[in-house]
Structures are given as C-alpha cells and as structure tokens.
C-alpha cells in the first residue's frame, strides 16, 4: 500500500508509531504539550489498535504507566513535551530500572539551532536519566530520505529490545522536531511503500539461556530456598517450579509476602512464611543456620532475615534471568541466569537423598507461630494497623489484583500475610522502594482489569494525589484500603523516634488531613471503617467501576508498641 505524506514529522511519527504497533505495543501514556503535537496525533490516529491515554501530570503519567507495563508484563510507551516535563519522568525512570519493568520514553525535543540560546521550554535533555536507562539516544533531526527512515525504523526496534532484553527496563529517545507541528502541509512530498517497508518487522522471541541443576546442591542438607518479590507472568507455573526444587532437595522455602508463592500454598507444603518472626528467637537462629541457600528472584525485605543470612555466610545461589547483580550481602554467590521454570523443566527426575530433619523442624515451627498469629488477630477488635495485611490476605475475591505500598505496608505483609489459595495477584514498586507515584501505579495496574485493591498508609496516598486526576480516563475498579495513621509509621520503629523533638515535625511529619474532603474533592467515594467485620463485608464483593477510599483510622505510637510486644511474644512463646 502507497501512503502519500506532504508532512514530514507526520512522516517520521507514523513510522515510528507503525513500527511500534508491529512490534507488540497496546499502550502509550501522552502527557499534553506543544512539541509533542507529531507524535501525540500519530498515536491518537492509531487508537484502539493502541490504547492512548492522556494525563495531565507527568510525574503521575509515568507511574500510570508502569503499573500498565507490570499488569501486561511488555513495555508501554510514554510521550511528553520538552523542558521539565521531561525531568517529572524521572522518578517512574529509576523505579522501572530498579524493578526491571519494560517503559520506552519518548521524549521530544526543539532542534540543535534552538538550543543553548535561551529558547523558551528547552532544556538539555539528551542523557538526562544518567545511567539509569538500559538504552538512550537522541534521534536525528527528521529529514525526507528513504536511508533515514530506514535508520529510524531500526533505531526503534532495536529501542522495543533493549526495554526487555538482556534485563527489562527503560530506554530512552530524545526526539527533535523542528516546526510545523501541526500536520500542515510543508513542502514535503513523499510516498511510502508500507508494506514493503514493514514487512521484516515481527515481535522479537527473547533467548534463554540453559542450564541443568547443579548436582552438587544434593550434597546438602541443611539448605533453604528464598522465593523473594516476585511478579512472574506465569505465577502458577513460577510456584510449581518452585514447590517442585523444594521436594527434589527437601528444603523449606522462605516466602515473601510480596512473592506469588503466598498466595498458592496449596502447591508447596513446604512454604515458611514466619520467617522473620522464627528468627528473632536466637535459639532458632542458631539451630537452623543453613549451609547453602538458593534465592529466586530479588532478597525479601526482611532485616532479620539479611542479618541471619549475614552471620551464616552459607553458599549462595541466585535464580534470576536479569543481568542485575541480585546479592546485596556479598556472600560466596553464583548466579544462575534462568527462569526457575526453565531451570526445573530442563531437569531430569532425580532421587531424593536428603533426611528431612531440618526441613522438619522449619515446617514443625511455621505452624506453630502460624497459629499464635491467627489465633492473637482473630481475636483482635482493636484497630490495629497490622491486621490489616492478615485479614486483606484471605478474604479477597480470588485472582484480585492488589498493590502494596511502601514503608509499613509491605512490612506487615512481609510479617503477616497469611498464606492462601486465591491466587491474588501482588504488585510493588520494590525497585527503589520509594512512596513517589503510588496512587498512580495501582490506577496504572487496576486498569481495564477487573476490580483491584490498593494497601496503603496515609503519607504514601497523599505524595500522590494528583493521581486522582486519573479518575476520568480510568477503566475498572479501585478500592484504596487507607491506613490512617497521621503520619510516617516507619518512623516509629527506628531508633530516632526517641529523639523528641525533632521526631514528630521532621519525621513522623503528620499532615491533619480530612481525607473525607480531599475525596469529596476529586469527586472518589469515601468511607470510613469502624470494625473490621465492615471491612471484611466490602473487600468480599468489590465493585467493577470507579474508586473508593475505604479509610482505617489507627494510633501510630500504639501500632508500633503493638510490633514491638506481638513480633517477639510470637517467637518467645514457642
């Protein structure tokens, strides 16, 4: 097919969304501006084949999209104007390096003669993500050529791979655009050859790298598997995988409250989910000191863990197909670049040859601690922050997307969350385990699936709330459990809160905000949650439109007294 083009950055636009289109892509993330006009209107000239959703904040857009890339485990494209615009994208560029999710920012830019001479809304923008992208260039200037769109053709595919491969991430184009912006004609006239030109353009199949299971983890019997935050697209399959390494070795397998293995017990009867309460007890630390440890995927967030880990110093193995260096404790570490499917189903059925004796006592005191846990929180009416995470974690509809916020929220899911079998879906910025961007990543991940739940504290919300401006484009439902606590309930479990003042202003920084008001604002459903049989009752059956904010107002100092006292009684009374 001939497409005729009297517009040149009309031309390079509808290659590069064409290309993009052909590779894969569904979703692109526009902020509004004026240098972004070519691109802007190339991809809303391509909706519905690719979704294009505009969003006024740029700091807000970019985690918008990477919940979308997290949800649909490929990249999202993410488009802004030049000046400060391009810098708002910062914060979304570190997490998305950090936690390995697909994001292709294209950034436009005004052309070289406009630089450095005090044109309005330009910045140096070429390399401004420093070394956090997996890829950047700036593209040459557009001009009328066949051999340069050719380039441009391949920059962009090539741009598509490096998101998602050799490790998943960012890659970065800075765009030049001169004027006209607007499709006017200009002078050009140019046929393009679509198909023709197109036509090598398929969806890239990444490679794998083999192995077989080292023989010589059979040699040992005092060892353990770590399944760390984790959010396979597969994850059935990722905790098969996982249950099946634990029969073959007879070793426990240390879960995280963020890894999927929680939330399909069923399929691992060896799954630990007390960990960090079992090793605050010195004398179980001691006793169950591993030789050698396997750890899948990233470390759990656990102190007490890392510092046990610390003082074993066993042999460690990391399974994790990424070229990040996965050991932030430095031990004696192979690092096995694989799948753990691959890795298991490129293994042949072996003999079991170890004693159960280790893995007996692990399992042996999990279900002991297990059942103080239990016991202690259903039989708690206080409003206690913490129970929050243990309740939410087995009465959600099956399958429910959830997202995990920072600080307290992902530590009392790390303490607390009770294994299942709904297979709940978990989701976190655990990248750099920052509180930018939360509201926005959940609406991000929440949308065009079915209805989702966002845990959360009450600073995590509000460093967000321009994410509410979402509201309008947002398809699906979000249910935002709010801790509200007033305040930074982290804080309150580090050595500085002795030290007031300064604690209570510059820490625990409270913000006295009525979030009745602030939802009345955006024009979000508000309620306020008395018991938790009432959280209970609207958790079951969650809504399929719009969001709502169901708010849990807790004493931050008591929250973290109760930490305090429960976190060692539960260990001490075994």
């Not at 993410?78 to 000046?83: A, I, P």
């Not at 007996?360 to 016991?375: F, G, M, T, V």
């Amino acid at each position: 097919m001939q497409i005729v083009f009297n517009n040149l950055n009309q031309l390079w636009s509808y290659v590069m969304t064409e290309t993009l289109l052909r590779l894969g892509l569904s979703c692109a993330v526009l902020c509004p501006g004026s240098r972004s006009t070519p691109l802007t209107m190339a991809f809303a000239r391509r909706v519905p084949d690719i979704e294009a959703i505009s969003i006024l904040d740029e700091r807000s857009a970019a985690f918008f999209a990477l919940g979308r890339a997290k949800a649909m485990g490929k990249p999202v494209v993410l488009v802004c104007t030049s000046g400060t615009a391009v810098a708002n994208f910062y914060p979304a560029v570190i997490e998305a390096k950090e936690s390995r999710i697909p994001l292709l920012i294209l950034t436009t830019d005004r052309p070289a003669e406009l630089r450095e001479c005090h044109s309005g809304q330009t910045i140096d923008q070429v390399k401004i993500y420093g070394n956090y992208p997996n890829w950047q260039t700036e593209l040459a200037t557009p001009v009328v050529d066949q051999e340069m769109l050719n380039y441009l053709r391949q920059t962009v595919i090539h741009a598509w791979e490096r998101c998602q491969f050799p490790t998943a991430g960012v890659v970065h184009l800075n765009i030049p655009f001169r004027d006209p912006l607007v499709p006017v004609p200009d002078g050009t006239d140019f046929t393009l050859e679509s198909e023709d030109f197109f036509s090598g353009i398929t969806p890239q199949k990444l490679p794998i790298i083999s192995y077989q299971l080292p023989q010589e983890w059979q040699k040992y019997q005092r060892g353990i598997i770590i399944a760390g935050v984790a959010h396979p697209k597969k994850p059935q399959e990722y905790c098969t995988a996982i249950a099946r390494l634990s029969q073959v070795l007879q070793w426990p397998v240390l879960a995280e409250g963020l890894s999927p293995v929680r939330n399909y017990a069923e399929l691992n009867p060896n799954l630990i989910s007390t960990y960090d309460i079992i090793l605050r007890d010195q004398k179980n630390a001691d006793e169950l000191r591993p030789e050698i440890v396997i750890q899948i995927g990233e470390m759990p967030t656990s102190k007490e863990l890392r510092n046990w880990l610390k003082v074993s110093n066993p042999l460690s193995w990391v399974i994790d197909n990424c070229s990040h260096n996965l050991d932030p404790l430095h031990n004696k570490t192979t690092h096995l670049k694989i799948d753990i499917e691959d890795l298991i189903n490129k293994t042949e059925a072996i003999e079991n040859i170890n004693q159960g004796n280790y893995l007996e006592k692990w399992c042996y005191i999990e279900s002991k601690i297990r059942q103080n846990i239990d016991a202690v929180f259903a039989n708690t009416d206080e409003l206690i922050e913490s129970k929050a995470a243990w309740l939410i974690s087995h009465i959600l509809p099956s399958q429910t997307p959830i997202f995990i916020a920072n600080s307290m929220p992902v530590r009392d899911v790390e303490f607390f969350w009770k294994p299942n079998n709904l297979g709940i879906k978990s989701y976190f910025n655990r990248g750099a385990n920052g509180i930018d961007g939360t509201l926005s990543t959940a609406l991000g991940i929440a949308h065009t699936q079915k209805s989702s739940v966002m845990l959360t504290g009450d600073l995590s919300l509000l460093h967000d709330t321009n994410g509410f401006l979402i509201k309008n484009k947002f398809i699906g439902h979000l249910t935002i459990v709010l801790i509200n606590n007033n305040g930074g309930g982290i804080f309150e479990m580090l050595p500085v809160a002795k030290f007031d003042p300064p604690f209570e202003e510059f820490f625990a920084t409270p913000q006295d905000i009525d979030f009745a008001q602030l939802c009345t604002t955006y024009g979000v459903q508000h309620e306020l949650i008395k018991s938790w049989k009432q959280l209970e009752e609207r958790l079951q059956i969650l809504p399929i439109q719009g969001i709502r904010v169901l708010e849990i107002r807790t004493n931050r100092k008591r929250d973290a007294q109760w930490r305090k006292e429960y976190l060692g009684k539960f260990a001490n009374d075994l």
